[in-house]
């Protein structure tokens, strides 16, 4: 009896399993999304000041290509530590993949917060880098490895590393290894067959990978807050600044809304090139 009313106002029941879901969005997501965009042209009545002082101040404008300089470089660095490992994991038995994923998935369940401390406790000047490099007689002073550019792309490469890894190796698993002794049949040398055949079959996970790393990227603020210098301020810590010392909460949105607006275009510039298809085939 229920179903049919629901069919007769147009709604199907299915749409009742997605409610919950839906509602939790709205209320945790869309909800605060939509107040940070009017906090940003509220102030307290509609006003474009914000923007116009991100856009008249070079400072922000330089903070903010500097992030995505950041995000960047780890989405390589990530790339070139994750896909060789992935490589590696995918062509082992199941069992023994399994038990090796647990190595790098375990670290994703660990604080961030914890991790970064670990790695300012390796790099600092009484660290185990410098101490093995000074006492293997090849550094007469510690190196300033914190507080640096290099800190903070260990740092972050350290903990994204595992999503490239997961999102490579769903697709690697997946992938036919009678096509490579194929091509080396046709004539093809292993590297050969491995470069023409198995990287463009990765390429899926290979673009998610770094789609999400890049994403994550942009958004981080603990690691470079604590292992970085002001030279290597990214937007997060702007925003956080904003708040916390400066007490403007519009100007802090405005900075979210640029941001999120950035982020949107990247998305809608890896669909236009590569296709979303290729992001859902990833099975992340």
């Given amino acids: 009896m229920t179903g049919r009313l629901l069919l ?3 709604i199907s029941p299915s749409w009742l399993l997605l409610a919950p879901t839906l509602i939790a969005l709205t209320v945790f997501f869309i909800y605060p999304l939509c107040g940070i965009l009017l906090k940003s042209f509220i102030d307290p009545v509609f006003t474009w000041k914000h923007y116009a002082r991100f856009v008249h101040d070079p400072v922000y404008l330089r903070v903010l290509l500097q992030t995505f300089t950041i995000a960047g470089w780890v989405t390589v660095a990530t790339i070139l530590l994750g896909y060789p490992l992935a490589y590696f994991l995918s062509r082992l038995k199941p069992g023994t ?8 998935v375990v670290p994703y369940f660990t604080s961030i917060l914890v991790r970064t401390y670990a790695w300012m406790v390796l790099l600092g000047t009484e ?8 006492r293997a007689g090849l550094m007469v002073r510690p190196l300033q490895l914190m507080y640096t550019r290099t800190s903070v792309l260990i740092g972050m490469t350290y903990i994204l590393l595992p999503y490239m890894i997961l999102a490579l190796y769903s697709v690697m698993r997946g992938i036919d290894t009678n096509l490579l002794s194929a091509a080396e049949s046709l004539g093809a040398s292993r590297i050969r067959a ?16 770094a789609l999400l790393v890049f994403i994550l990227s942009l958004g981080f603020f603990i690691t470079p807050a604590l292992m970085g210098s002001e030279q290597d301020s990214m937007i997060s810590m702007l925003i956080e600044n904003q708040v916390e010392n400066y007490f403007d909460s519009g100007f802090a949105s405005a900075l979210s809304s640029i941001l999120l607006v950035c982020t949107l275009l990247l998305f809608a510039i890896y669909g236009r090139m590569i296709g979303l298809q290729n992001l859902f085939e990833a099975k992340l």
């Fill in 8 to 10: 007769r106002v147009g």
């Fill in 194 to 209: 491995f470069w023409r055949v198995f990287v463009p079959l990765s390429r899926p996970g290979l673009g998610a990978g």
């Fill in 127 to 134: 660290g185990i880098f410098n101490q093995l490099l000074i």
């Fill in 97 to 104: 993949a399994a038990l090796l994923m647990i190595v790098v």
